[in-house]
């Protein structure tokens, strides 16, 4: 990154994180989507399964089992991103923690093939770029990506028995 862009640093976003702060963050996720999707208090069992479906996609179940904890409560996951020398957020074209196929890595590599307009694709190749230059930066430093969210790294040289085994947030 210091050679493509060397004003750009990166910013944590989040790292360690308790059982408890994880349960609170799914529980709240959960009811943050069910009122974006417009959803009802009382959902459906079929409703309910589909939505914490969405939800377990980009969250780790919250486990007090020391055998099965969410990377994030194990110290070697972390969540971060690029911000420029003035600390702005370079755009990733997501913001981190969205649930949405926009929160794939490689969305906006299949994107600038289908977009539509010029612009579209200029931003579409952009976007991809600045989650290339951060997931080649984290690689080198020893982390591995999470092949569902751009701005998750967990760091694998210690861990990477867990992170084949089960890649959550």
Known sequence: MQRSQPDWRIQIF??????????????YTFEQERLAQGLGAKLTPESETELWTQVHTFWA?????????????TGAAVDVTLINQLGQVIDMGSPIDAISERSYPNYFASQASVSRTAEQVLEAQRFHQHREILRLTMESAGFLRHPREWWHFLLWRSSLGLARARWCA
């Open 14 to 27: 989040d790292a360690y994180r308790p059982v408890a702060v994880q349960r609170y963050m799914v529980n």
């Open 61 to 73: 179940i919250p486990s007090d089992d020391p055998a099965t904890p969410p990377p994030h409560s």
